[in-house]
């Protein structure tokens, strides 16, 4: 399918590790990017390549890709990481696509 | 660091034609592939199309293929985006945004700051 699906919400306790998955046929081939998307601001990107880390992005943020898989990683999450989290590959025909997003909630 | 800004808002009626633009400062926009993403209110990202770096070839997500366009303005460094018969559901901010590049011993992309196009009769 030309789609990649993400839990529409996430909820962990501050301190916890929030684990936000995306699937996708075509993962296994492409990689994966993550996007953190706080309200009214443009999108930043937190993990590309499946496992990459930006510069200036903090070491908590980690990925992570198995199979049709890839896992955004949050470890010791703060109140500060609450955002829409949104993943981005390259389907099966070869457009780019977004993952509906998910909310990740700290409290 | 390249650093992108959009052209400002604007209202369209229905059936008008929108035209976005996207300027670099501090790197020539030329030599980066950029793509377009839209936001309607409440909802999530969606990827609209992209056109290459050094060059005028561009492709869209089939949604978009009839009614998209995306140009160049070399001398400039700009970017377009048009969208011909605007419908309400085209009511969105859209975000211009360079490919994942090579900075320094990591990677990164810039994006615009977004630019609201509302679409109202």
């Known amino acids: 399918s030309s789609k990649l699906t993400q839990p529409p919400s996430v909820s962990v306790s501050p301190g916890q590790t929030a684990r936000i998955t995306c699937s996708g046929d075509?993962?296994?081939?492409?990689?994966a990017y993550w996007y953190q998307q706080k309200s009214g601001q443009a999108p930043l990107l937190v993990i590309y390549?499946?496992?990459r880390r930006p510069s200036g992005i903090n070491e908590r943020f980690s990925g992570s890709s198995s199979g049709t898989m890839a896992t955004l990683i949050i470890t010791e999450a703060q109140v500060d990481d609450e955002a829409d989290y949104y993943c981005?590959?390259?389907?099966?025909?070869?457009?780019?696509?977004f993952g509906r997003g998910t909310k990740l909630t700290v409290l | 660091q390249v650093q992108l800004l959009q052209s400002g808002a604007e209202v369209k009626k229905p059936g008008a034609s929108l035209k976005v633009s996207c300027k670099a400062s501090?790197?020539?926009?030329?030599?980066?592939?950029v793509h377009w993403v839209r936001q309607a209110p409440g909802q999530g990202l969606e990827w609209m199309g992209w056109?290459?770096?050094?060059?005028?070839?561009?492709n869209f997500t089939k949604k978009f293929q009839d009614r998209v366009s995306i140009t160049r303005d070399t001398s400039a460094s700009l970017v377009y985006l048009e969208v011909s018969r605007l419908t309400s559901e085209d009511t969105a901010v859209y975000y211009c945004?360079?490919?994942?590049?090579?900075?320094?011993?990591?990677?990164?992309?810039?994006w615009g700051q977004g630019t609201l196009v509302i679409v109202s009769s």
């Open positions: 056109i290459k770096a050094n060059s005028n070839d561009a």
């Open positions: 501090g790197d020539s926009l030329n030599t980066y592939a």
């Open positions: 390549e499946d496992t």
């Open positions: 075509a993962l296994p081939r492409k990689y």
């Open positions: 981005y590959s390259t389907d099966i025909n070869g457009d780019q696509i």
């Open positions: 945004a360079t490919a994942v590049v090579a900075v320094g011993s990591g990677a990164a992309d810039f």
